[in-house]
């Protein structure tokens, strides 16, 4: 058998290794959700940087809950590998992290207390915050929040973690760290900002103004497509470095990291590895949104009705490709103008990466957790959209294939995997056979959808038509029937 991954040396000469003496170099950076998409992107920007600038800036990583991953590594002095899928796989083996913190809460506020600690970057899934997007502040209702604001000193989620060690810091005179959020959410930086400042006004309003005063939070658009590792991965990773590595993900060549350059404490230089540093990221953000994101959702719930396991069986699907092209024009649209984007290189860039034959990216992966992505994807360009007398079909076409999966799911009594799964499953169970009961009463489920959009008429009869069509002839004969 082969050994375990656990030190550079015997590595096979064609895996590349960090550029730079790994004991060398400090920590700097706390992250939360050591997911492989951020093993994937910001680890490996991180290594660049190392290598490049040097630096006390290796990372530090935790899981809030899970404990995995944070053991993989630990067995592994930190190594790990990420195989890259092009037309050839590459592997690498990313140095910046190193020993990890795996489900004890503790043990990460104690980390985030530490005066080394200068970044606190974040990529937890959009679901873990708890902050209520449409009032910009914290969520009381969200399990993490509620346990966090009557648990002030033993925090478990996201904002209370932050907010606590803010506090602490702050009390004892160290300088705060800056904090990063990289996940897929709308104007993240500023959307933490509300909900770390909504959390600690609730305890204590002249903490919240300080932190409002003293602590960054940058805004970022990240995008590599990661899909979840499999035994493939494992085996492909052992048969190129020799190694057993618990800790490996699998990747595409693409990478894309923007970052609003707002750092008081300093940052790695992570422009040796391709990022982006911007004064302004909203419209990568919303272009990467709206147009990756946005299609990869109409994908998701479009493959799990017409059986294609993968985004690169979808966008091959002579059917729907016109459609995602569909979508991907109208969310192209409704970016602004002027900022230097080319929505449509973007476009035709994004459907050669969905269909990358080596990536093995899983619908119903991307199908999960809808209620949080769908927002920022679909219903805030639709509305868009709308305002600008655009029409908004390609995106009503869209809400009504993921309403036909969720009447698919409730016919057969499955609840969506999605943290308001068991209220969708009922919406879709009372609703019935009545389409438009069906969207009136999802799309009015608080937060989802905008005002504007839920209160169109010609968006809601048309959603509401679609979904019949859908119902009634399938989604091959729907698909057939658009204008594309
Ligand atoms: C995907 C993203 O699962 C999903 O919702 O749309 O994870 C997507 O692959 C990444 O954002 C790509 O950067």
Redesign the pocket.
């Given at each position: 058998m082969s050994p375990r991954l656990t030190r550079l040396a015997d590595l096979p000469r064609g895996v590349a290794r960090p550029g730079y003496d790994r004991a060398a170099h400090g920590f700097g950076i706390l992250h939360l959700g050591l997911g492989a998409?951020h093993r994937a992107h910001q680890a490996v920007y991180t290594d660049d940087a190392l290598a490049a600038e040097g630096g006390d800036w290796r990372i530090l990583g935790a899981n809030l809950r899970s404990r995995e991953i944070a053991q993989a590594l630990n067995a592994q002095d930190g190594l790990y590998t990420v195989l890259e899928r092009g037309p050839q796989d590459r592997a690498r083996v990313i140095g910046a992290h190193g020993p990890a913190i795996g489900g004890d809460p503790a043990a990460i506020l104690r980390a985030a207390c530490d005066p080394a600690i200068r970044i606190l970057s974040l990529t937890v899934s959009e679901k873990a915050y708890g902050i209520d997007r449409a009032a910009m502040d914290a969520d009381p209702a969200h399990p993490a929040v509620a346990h966090d604001l009557a648990q002030l000193q033993a925090p478990q989620g996201v904002l209370g973690i932050i907010t606590t060690a803010l506090a602490a810091r702050l009390a004892a005179g160290v300088a705060p760290f800056t904090v990063l959020c990289c996940d897929?959410l709308p104007d993240n930086g500023a959307l933490l900002r509300a909900g770390v400042l909504g959390f600690a006004r609730r305890r204590d309003p002249d903490l919240a103004a300080r932190i409002a005063d003293l602590v960054a939070f940058p805004a970022t658009m990240?995008?590599?497509?990661?899909p979840a590792a499999t035994p493939q991965t494992l085996a492909d990773v052992q048969a190129l470095t020799g190694h057993r590595d618990l800790a490996c993900v699998e990747t595409e060549p693409f990478s894309q990291w923007v970052i609003e350059d707002h750092f008081p404490q300093g940052r790695p230089a992570w422009e040796a590895g391709g990022a982006q540093l911007v004064a302004d990221v909203r419209a990568h953000e919303a272009m990467?949104l709206r147009m990756?994101?946005g299609a990869?959702?109409l994908i998701?719930y479009a493959g799990q009705l017409l059986d294609l396991p993968h985004v690169r069986e979808a966008v091959a699907d002579p059917d729907l490709a016109p459609l995602i092209r569909r979508h991907m024009q109208a969310a192209g649209a409704t970016l602004p103008r002027g900022a230097g984007l080319d929505p449509g290189a973007y476009a035709q860039a994004l459907m050669a990466r969905f269909a990358n034959p080596a990536i093995a990216?899983q619908t119903r992966?991307?199908a999960?957790?809808g209620t949080e992505?769908l927002p920022q994807r679909w219903f805030a360009p639709a509305a868009e959209a709308l305002s600008a007398g655009a029409d908004p079909r390609p995106f009503a076409f869209a809400t009504a294939v993921w309403l036909a999966w969720l009447a698919q799911l409730a016919a057969a009594g499955q609840i969506p995997d999605d943290p308001r799964g068991a209220a969708l499953l009922d919406l879709a169970q009372r609703a019935g056979a009545d389409d438009g009961a069906l969207v009136a009463s999802v799309l009015a489920l608080p937060g989802l959808a905008p005002a504007a959009l839920t209160g169109n008429r010609g968006f809601i009869d048309t959603t509401r038509d679609l979904l019949g069509t859908l119902r009634r002839d399938g989604l091959r004969a729907a698909l057939a029937a658009e204008p594309r």
């Open positions: 998409f897929n990240v995008d590599r497509i990661t990467k990756l994101n990869h959702s998701a990216h992966q991307i999960m957790d992505k």
